[in-house]
């Protein structure tokens, strides 16, 4: 298993960008698909974003495909989720998830989460 801890989220305008980053602990973090998934108040989780552990296969929401994008270093045990062009409509906790299948995490099955980090977008 891998602990992870997502930062970088904030306040921000709508047109404004924002990076999340979801730093994990353990040796084995870069052979884990990564995700990203967000969750408004009084909303259903979303997924939002999933790589392979190897970078080579990337998986977006409707909602954000466009805007958004996910990378990762594995070097640094850090993946990432770029937003552009963000809207008040992005506004959410988001959540970062690994797990060894990218088709597991981006279904939302991932068993390791992290705790969240709260975007708003003003309008």
């Known amino acids: 298993q891998v602990q992870l801890l997502e930062s970088g989220g904030g306040l921000v305008q709508a047109g404004d960008s924002l990076r999340l980053s979801c730093a994990a602990s353990?040796?084995?973090?870069?052979?884990?698909?990564v995700g990203w998934f967000r969750q408004a108040p009084g909303k259903e989780r979303e997924f939002v974003a999933a790589?392979?552990?190897?970078?080579?296969?990337?998986y977006y929401g409707d909602l954000v495909k466009g805007r958004f994008t996910i990378s990762r270093d594995n070097a640094k045990n850090t993946a990432y989720l770029q937003m552009n062009i963000l809207k008040p409509e992005d506004t959410a906790v988001y959540y970062c998830?690994?797990?060894?299948?990218?088709?597991?995490?981006?279904?939302?099955?991932?068993?390791?989460w992290g705790q969240g980090t709260q975007v708003t977008v003003s309008s």
């Open positions: 998830a690994a797990d060894e299948l990218s088709s597991t995490v981006a279904a939302g099955r991932a068993l390791n």
């Open positions: 353990g040796r084995r973090f870069s052979r884990y698909a």
């Open positions: 790589m392979s552990w190897s970078g080579g296969t990337t």
